[in-house]
T-cell receptor, first 114, second 113 residues
Framework: NAGVTQTPKFQVLKTGQSMTLQCAQD?????MYWYRQDPGMGLRLIYY???????DKGEVPNGYNVSRLNKREFSLRLESAAPSQTSVYFC?????????????FGAGTRLSVL | AQSVTQPDIHITVSEGASLELRCNYS??????LFWYVQSPGQGLQLLLK??????LVQGIKGFEAEFKRSQSSFNLRKPSVHWSDAAEYFC???????????FGAGTILRVKS
């Protein structure tokens, strides 16, 4: 029972480099989410996809893009990484239209931008 | 707008002592409330949730939480803390069929032996 799988687990980038964080879920969930976690700030929503084929901005979307590749996969792309994007990134998923907004989380990707 | 406040950034308790982590929320309608736990280097695990009905809810690992509408609070409790409970705890609020969770800043629990 894999649940939500994120790759890679760790990554170090130089300023200006690009990369894509991958997320896949095997629970047949409709909605998927990307959060970033910074000390003292909890988790903040970057982007989400309510269903396959749709994506919407969250609280902190600047500097990121997303792709909902299919029902299982939701990727997060940093086109030109900046030190301010050093963070821990979490992917989550849930069933849509069903009580009651319970999200399931991956183990996270720890990203450092130098 | 919804918001969640966890007033305590860090809490230290002795093993075997009782624990209460505070959570206050701001939300226009009846909220759906959650507590998640994050062990070091891990993702978030759902401890418990409140949707409606009995205001005292039981969760995993011996945790419970009480919803108090008059105080806009959803405090997490455990009668006897174990060293393995050391982690960061997040309170979150959401609408019933909405798409978004709003998280508090988290409380880091340290357990003294």
């Amino acid at each position: 029972n894999a649940g939500v799988t994120q790759t890679p687990k760790f990554q170090v980038l130089k300023t200006g480099q690009s990369m894509t964080l991958q997320c896949a879920q095997d629970m047949n969930h409709n909605s998927m989410y990307w959060y970033r976690q910074d000390p003292g700030m909890g988790l903040r929503l970057i982007y989400y996809s309510a269903s396959e084929g749709t994506t919407d901005k969250g609280e902190v979307p600047n500097g990121y893009n997303v792709s909902r590749l299919n029902k299982r996969e939701f990727s997060l792309r940093l086109e030109s990484a900046a030190p301010s994007q050093t963070s821990v990134y979490f992917c989550a998923s849930k069933l849509a239209g069903v009580a009651k907004n319970i999200q399931y989380f991956g183990a996270g990707t720890r990203l450092s931008v130098l | 707008a919804q918001s969640v406040t966890q007033p305590d950034i860090h809490i230290t308790v002795s093993e075997g002592a009782s624990l209460e982590l505070r959570c206050n929320y701001s939300y226009g309608a009846t909220p759906y409330l959650f507590w998640y736990v994050q062990s070091p280097g891990q993702g978030l695990q759902l401890l418990l949730k409140y949707f409606s009905g009995d205001t005292l809810v039981q969760g995993i690992k011996g945790f419970e939480a009480e919803f108090k509408r008059s105080q806009s609070s959803f405090n997490l409790r455990k009668p006897s803390v174990h060293w393995s409970d050391a982690a960061e705890y997040f309170c979150a609020v959401a609408p019933e069929y909405g798409n978004k969770l709003v998280f508090g800043a988290g409380t880091i629990l340290r357990v003294k032996s």
